[in-house]
Each structure stands twice: as C-alpha cells, then as structure tokens.
C-alpha cells in the first residue's frame, strides 16, 4: 500500500469511528418490532434505540444492533408495534388521586354484567355498612349487553348491607336505599339543604326514587359527601391511579387544577427517578364576581409558569376565566350577558397583557362566539398569537367559528364528552348531536387540535377508547354517535405530537425521533391494522417514560 492510499484508509476509518463516536452507546435496545414513530413523515421503522431517558436512533435492526453497548438490555418485540406514549391534555388527575383507591371505576367496562359482578366484589370488600361508590367516568348506554338505567330495588337487592352510590358522568346518581338513608333521604321528611332544589327524584307518593339529576349542580352534592380517604392513603391510592394510566396507555397529562397534596407526592417520586406520568398543570385565579376579577387580574401580573421541567410544570392558566360564563356540562343552550363578558374581557385582557397561555373551558355555540368576539378585541392591544391561547372541549364549534381560531393563531384542544355521553347528548341535541364534535371538519381546518377527555367524573380516561371513538364514531359500548370522523393515523397524531405541543414539550414528547424522550408504549395488537371496532381493546404489553419501563401487563408494581 502506497502512503497516500494508508493515509486515506486512515481518514476513512477515522471519519467511521467519529460518525459511531457521536452518537452515544444505547443503554436499551428494541427490536424486531412495528415502530410507528408519528414523526411529521409518519415513518415506521424496526427497532429503536435508546440511552438514558432518550431515543438516540430509530431504524433496521441492523443499524439499532450495532449502536447497543456491552451492557446493553435487549428487548425482542417480536413483531408487536410501538406507539410513542399518549398525552391526554386535559384530564382532572391529580384530583382523582383523592378518591380512586375507593372508586368502582368503570372505564371500558362494556357489559352491565361485568359491572354488577365488579359491583359485588367492592361490596365484599367493604364489607356491612362499607360505601360502594364512583365519581362519574361512565355511562349506562355503555353496556351494550344491557343498556339500563340503575334502580334503587335492584342496588339494595345486588348489595343489601351497602351504601351504594353510582356517578354516571356529571348526569345524574343512582342510589340504594342505605345510601338514602344516610343521607336523610326519606319520603316524608324534606331535602337535604345541600343538595339543589327539586334535584332528588321522588314518586307520586313522595318516596325518593333514588335518582339525584340536573347536571353538575346536581350531583356536587353528592361526591362531596363520599367517604374522605385517610392522608396516610394517599400516596396508595395515587400510586393505583398512575398504575391505571399507564396501564392504559398515558404517560403525559394536562392537568386542570393540580391539588397540591397529590402533586407533592409526584415531586417526590420526580426526585427519587421515577416519575410514572408527566404532569403539566393547568391552573390560575378564575373569578367568580366583580370583585373577584379585581384580585385575579392583580394575582395574573404576578404569575410564574414554566419555573419546572419536563416532568413536572406550570404550563396554563385555566380552565376558567369567569365562573359564571362556564358552560354547564349538559346544558342546551347558553346566553352570556354583556356584563358577564365584560369581566371575562377584564381578566383574559389582564391574561394577555402578561403574556400567559390560555386554557379555557368553552363548549357551547353562543359562549364559544362571545368569548371569540372579546379575543378579536383583545388580540387588537395585546397580540395573543405567540401564547397558545385554546379553547377546551367546543363539542359545540363550527368550521366558521375554526376559522376565526385559526386566525387568531389559537388552538383546539378536544375533549369528545361523547365517549360516554353520547347517547345523552342525542337525547337534548338530536341529530345535532352527530356532529359533536366535529372531528372532521376540524382536521380539515387545518388548525392544531388536540385529543385528551376531561375525564375522570365528565369522561372515562383510556386513550384508546377515545381512539376508537375518533375513528369509528362510536362511543363506550359500540352505539354510533358522531358522524365526523378521522384516520387512525390523524387520531394518532392528536393524542401523541400535537398535545405535545399542547403541554409545551414539542421539543421533548410526542413522537418516537432520535432526541426526544423516550416514552413509549408495546402495544398487544397493531394499531394501524387491528379493525377499527377493536381500537378500544388495545392495550400496552410495556409502558416507558423516559426510558423507564413504568408499567409491564403482569408484573405487579408500577412506580417501582
Ligand atoms: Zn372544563
């Protein structure tokens, strides 16, 4: 060999062993698998390779093989597919840290059957005298083997030695008679003081049915009087919480109002490395008179968000601005006054002018245009453009109402009540109700939307079944509700990159891409080809955050 041609070989060599050097050994290695990456080309790769808490390459198993370190795990999807994790940008988490060790909860429970045999076994447990109970996440149209209504003969005859009190969304309760009783319920005697007026269903005798209804009034009174759990179970009961999410597939949550309790105890787990979701609080100092937006618009001066991280953040002020203008769930219409809107401008106004993001609550069609007219109005002194200003839920918007969004340069975070509630919502909107929401002309817009479901009392909480509901138009249980449907692969891209965006972490989440975070999901069947109806059914063999595996099917702890 000539010395020119050494020094080429040389160079060559060292030019390969720099292009190796850069990228750092993987720690982790997937492959053999369906890697649906939802990168803005929708690549799918093989395997995946990751270091630390990052992904550091996707592509043949070759090319992961050969990046894997001496100490290397190996992971053998053996064919399965990988989604990156799901983000739900509006779910009241934190909240329901307080009460899930004790719920019955119902979410994907699609039999009737199942549900009582569920409800027995929590009676069991409980024990004579013990509560049975749930706070919303669930609708009785959702047992498509049995679609009825709860009586209070049949709860006391399923469990005659409980209290039994059943949530169905923010709709109405179903109580037994030992639930009446503990309440002071009885024919006779008149209502309890906290309960609404005209809100306990009674027959023509005066015998209370066992029904409490009228909307989310209505049924307060109700979660309020449920059994308190004990501080020391606290941390148990979060820990089942986060289990179930991950066991359902999320592993980034926008939160609306983030108790403190419950998120200290998610600082503590960030500290000691091993944060199973991460949470990305919505929260901020809503109004609910005159007075009260006088303090809010002082406190919204002062206001801090993104002082965390990509665990743990402040990210929004929301849900609401004024009380008053926020929509009740099941209402048909609303008509916000002048004065109304006049303070909600005051605060959105104070908002803007401090720069802050907006997450506000919004679904019916008039509130949705008033609150669009005072952020025209506002945008003209303030430019909202650069805050990621949304509305959440809008069931109710429409393509011309998207364009104003659009414009504005605001955002769509969609939370489809209809998974549970959509036989409900047929019941008041009629066949208005098929295009609520309008997923279609959403994407259409071209505007960013987001999916997410403002579980867990209005909705249930699995991201699958709220796939399978973007997709099919189906809600919980089968029963079409919706006729604007989308892809499988534009659903996709709504509960993983664009809330990304949505929680401020686009850089970090939502998309299985070299650089980013490494939260993903083994799924127990192909998400792209399974059939449609079966989308609800899918469910993560393995759950990763941050390279962390958080939840594995048949293994017992999830925060360890
Ligand atoms: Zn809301």
Known sequence: MTRRLLLFVGVLIAIVVTADAQRPQADLVLTNGKIITVDERFTIGQAVAIAGDRIVAVGSNDEINRLAGPAARRIDLRGRSVVPGLIDNHLHLLRAGNTWLQELRWDGVESRKKAIDMLKARAKAAGPGGWVFNIGGWAHQQFADDPRPFTREELDQVAPDNPVGLQESYYQVFLNSKALSAFGIEPGKPDPADFVKGSIQRD??????????????????????????????????????????????????????????????????????????????????????????????????????????????????????????????????????????????????????????LHVHAELHDTIDAFLDQIEAINK????????????????????????????????????????????????????????????????????????????????????????????????????????????????????????????QENNLGAIQPGKLADLLVLDRDYLTVPADQIKDIRPVMTMVGGRIVYEAGASAATK
């Open 204 to 357: 023509a005798s005066g015998k209370p049915t066992g029904v409490i209804k009228g909307d989310i009034a209505a049924t307060r009174p109700f979660a309020a009087r449920m059994p308190k759990l004990p501080a020391d179970q606290l941390e148990a009961s979060t820990t089942a919480l986060v289990r179930d999410m991950n066991r359902g597939g999320l592993t980034s949550v926008g939160v609306p109002g983030c108790n403190a309790d419950v998120l200290e105890i998610f600082q503590k787990w960030k500290t000691a490395g091993r944060t199973p979701v991460r949470i990305f609080c919505i929260g901020g100092a809503a109004a609910g008179n005159p007075e009260g937006v006088d303090r809010s618009v002082l406190q919204v001066a002062t206001m801090k968000l993104f002082q965390g991280d990509s665990e743990i953040d402040n990210v929004y002020f929301g849900e609401s601005v004024y009380t008053p203008l926020h929509d009740p769930m099941f209402a048909l219409k609303s008509n916000p006054t002048p004065d109304q809107l006049a303070q909600w401008r005051k605060l959105a106004t104070a908002i803007a002018k401090a720069g802050l993001p």
């Open 381 to 504: 002194e303030y430019p909202i453009k650069n805050h990621r200003w949304a509305l959440a839920h809008i069931n109710q918007i429409n393509p011309s109402q998207l364009e104003r969004m659009k414009k504005l340069g605001m955002y769509a975070a969609v939370h489809p009540w209809a998974v549970i509630n959509g036989a409900i919502m047929h019941e008041g909107f009629g066949d208005g109700a098929y295009d609520m929401p309008p997923l279609a002309a959403m994407q259409d817009s071209g505007i960013m939307w987001g999916l997410g479901t403002d579980g867990t009392a209005a909705n249930q909480t699995l991201p699958f079944v709220t796939l399978y509901f973007a997709v099919t138009g189906k809600m919980a249980g089968g029963m079409k509700v919706i006729r604007q449907t989308v892809s499988r692969e534009d659903a996709l891209i709504a509960h993983t990159r664009r809330n990304a965006f949505f929680v401020f």
